[in-house]
């Protein structure tokens, strides 16, 4: 298609179809960095088929309080672990139609397992393998062929070297000529042109080895159970300006030992519900950019449960009213 200037028409970008935002985004923002962009994400995005059963341990990053009474009152804390260990209740294709374009990855080869299969964890481990999970991420893709996803794959559990190895072996594999280099400039324009889709953070030095991995995206958490005091941790980080490339600010609360105790009829998703107006009100007053208070990605729980999708992209209006005339071609 040649290319011809037009004159950026005003948009709501909370309209926007949410399965393909990207690719219906003003032409102002096709040339804007994504690590200038408001990306909506998703904290410990493979919870939802945590596995209910008995076969699975608690995982080992748990407490040793709770490993044996989980392996001794399974039946009575069972229960307990699964309702604040799930994040996300929808599925990895009903997160991404949703609008969601990081995916938090936390990867596991569980204890005394003789194969080499890979799953998610978050107290206990998944039903699915890692495999099965980013051959669905793959077919979304086919689908939605402008549209990019970042992939971080981080907290590795019980992985060697070997097991490593197999895993970017797979990534690689499934992703093959979709995946980014390191080298290219990452704007949307020149994704679409290069037939580009998905950017691989992996937290290993293994990454240095592969010119299709990036390193681990920086992940902000504040760890806190109110959300009055995680944003005030935020404020105070902004404070010392962004990170230069990708990053991610977390606005999941963390629940600990005390506040799980005093609210033993809740789960965490109660929890996350009940903050999200107030976390919303913040994130609705942030900005994307390169300024360094700007925001980059913003990653939450239970992100199809709310307006948190629409209200992370909507702030990318902050840019379309920064820009000018643009070149309409998107190359092939």
């Given at each position: 298609m040649s290319s011809e200037v037009v004159s950026e028409v005003q948009v709501s970008l909370k309209e926007l179809p949410m399965d393909s935002w990207m690719d219906?985004?003003?032409?102002?923002?096709?040339?804007?960095?994504?690590?200038?962009?408001?990306?909506?994400?998703?904290?410990?995005?493979?919870?939802y088929c945590l596995d209910r059963s008995d076969r699975s341990p608690v995982d080992l990053t748990q407490p040793d309080l709770l490993q044996k009474l989980d392996k001794y009152m399974k039946p009575l804390i069972r229960p307990f672990v699964y309702k604040w260990a799930v994040t996300q209740e929808a599925t990895v294709k009903e997160q991404l139609d949703c609008g969601v374009r990081y995916l938090d990855l936390r990867i596991a080869h569980r204890p005394n397992d003789t194969s080499t299969d890979l799953y998610f964890y978050h107290g206990v481990y998944t039903t699915l393998t890692v495999e099965t999970v980013l051959q669905e991420i793959r077919s979304w893709l086919d689908v939605h062929s402008r549209e990019v996803v970042l992939l971080s794959f981080s907290h590795f559990l019980g992985l060697n070297q070997d097991l490593h190895t197999g895993l970017i072996s797979t990534i690689r594999t499934i992703f093959n000529a979709r995946l980014c280099p390191t080298t290219e400039v990452v704007t949307l324009r020149n994704l679409w042109s290069l037939g580009y889709q998905v950017i691989v953070s992996y937290e290993h030095s293994m990454v240095s080895l592969y010119s299709d991995l990036w390193p681990h995206i920086p992940y902000w958490w504040a760890n806190k159970c109110k959300a009055e005091a995680l944003i005030e941790e935020f404020?105070?980080?902004?404070?010392?300006?962004?990170?230069?490339?990708?990053?991610?600010?977390g606005i999941n609360l963390t629940e600990d030992l005390k506040y799980i105790c005093s609210h033993p009829t809740e789960s965490l998703k109660d929890l996350v519900m009940s903050t999200y107006p107030a976390l919303l009100s913040w994130v609705r007053g942030q900005s994307p950019g390169s300024e360094s208070h700007s925001l980059n990605i913003i990653a939450g729980d239970f992100v199809s449960e709310s307006h948190f999708v629409p209200t992370v992209i909507a702030l990318n209006q902050h840019l379309v009213h920064c820009t000018g005339p643009c070149d309409v071609s998107r190359g092939n």
């Open positions: 219906h985004l003003p032409c102002a923002l096709w040339d804007v960095p994504l690590r200038n962009l408001a990306i909506p994400g998703s904290h410990n995005a493979i919870t404020e105070h980080r902004k404070q010392h300006g962004r990170p230069g490339g990708f990053f991610v600010t």
